[in-house]
């Protein structure tokens, strides 16, 4: 099963970590990490970068794409090389996967059109602007189009989607490899269920990266 | 804030990425991937790579150090360069942790001597060797210290950390920005909650990775 998880400059290190230990784990995958050009890219937080082994172009296919978000998202908004690479590949692909801001990337090419999906919080007003249908759920289905919310969920995605493919015992077993057992110390994971200054502050901070 | 995460052939990536995603976003923070040489270090799947931005020589000390777990801790139980280095950061540590099966590196070093801490579940019963008080915690705290359990482990390690280090507040912050509100998709996330055929599944095949 072939893998292919896009980098990009300015990516989210964990939306794209997240998805890669759980389907990296899965019977036979063969997971490659692509880019425009074969080199390092750095994420974010400029202190991260993770390699991409092989070129869009040596990847022609791929049973599951995965876009993940971050800051850069923003320089892959318009037509070119990328959305020209993202509609190909899904033409052989199983399951089309984004977590967090890449549903953006991957609404802007038009695949997403009428079809439900989920970005970070911070982000959901963008999505209609491309013709997705924004739904506020953690992860969303809509036929082989998976869409997470905000960085972390692209593990609740992994595991999600691996059941999907290799059945309930083999996604538990995945589950318990990478002990997801998850204790956060504070119940602030959500715009719904965090303080209002909290709340607040990010959308304070936010408008220096998500327009 | 000096933050350095070490980085060594088959590491697992989501160990070091997890806290990264957190520690990396406290102000001020300047955190740094190093390793032996400088150069991209691959994890336990061979596909993903991550760049070391600086030598062990090159980072003679840091706030916080960060050792994370992989099948690659089997190569780093002797002492040496890595475990002088350790031993030489945690003089200038204010905290020096570990993730999965990092706290058996850290605990080769001498330095968790009758402390306690925590591994990955799979990995318990070696605590003790090296004179660890084995803890099932998933983030145990000793003092300056601090051990996550497997993998996923890290995220919840990060924020607590990050709440010790800049108040709830900002800690509530960052996990609202990561969207970690965790749905996973079933309860296998430790092995007193598997089903034991998964636990038992997992054993089988531990074998070859873990002694």
Redesign the interface.
């Known amino acids: 099963m072939k893998i292919a998880i896009l980098l990009y400059d300015r990516f989210?290190?964990?939306d794209a970590?997240?998805p890669?230990?759980v389907l990296?784990?899965l019977p036979e995958a063969d997971?490659?990490?692509v880019g425009e050009e074969k080199r390092?890219y750095r994420t974010d937080?400029g202190?991260?970068?993770?390699?991409a082994?092989a070129t869009l172009t040596e990847t022609p296919e791929a049973d599951i794409l995965l876009i993940p978000g971050g800051p850069g998202q923003s320089d892959l908004m318009e037509d070119g090389p990328v959305h020209d690479w993202i509609r190909a590949i899904d033409t052989t692909s199983t399951w089309t996967t984004t977590v967090?801001t890449g549903s953006l990337i991957l609404a802007a090419t038009g695949l997403l059109k009428d079809r439900k999906a989920v970005t970070?919080?911070l982000a959901m007003g963008q999505l209609g602007k491309y013709g997705a249908v924004a739904t506020e759920e953690?992860?969303v289905f809509d036929g082989k189009y998976v869409t997470a919310?905000?960085?972390?969920?692209g593990?609740?995605m992994g595991?999600?989607l691996a059941?999907r493919i290799a059945g309930?015992?083999f996604?538990?077993?995945l589950?318990?490899?990478?002990?997801?057992?998850?204790?956060?110390?504070?119940d602030?994971?959500?715009?719904a269920?965090?303080?209002p200054?909290?709340?607040d502050?990010?959308r304070g901070r936010s408008r220096h990266v998500l327009k």
Do not use: M, N
């Open positions: 989210t290190a964990l970590v997240g890669y230990e990296g784990r997971l490659t990490f390092p937080t202190r991260l970068a993770i390699t082994d967090c970070h919080w953690r992860v919310a905000g960085v972390s969920a593990i609740d595991l999600t059941a309930d015992q996604a538990e077993g589950q318990l490899a990478i002990e997801y057992d998850p204790q956060p110390p504070f602030s994971g959500s715009p269920k965090a303080a200054e909290v709340v502050f990010l």
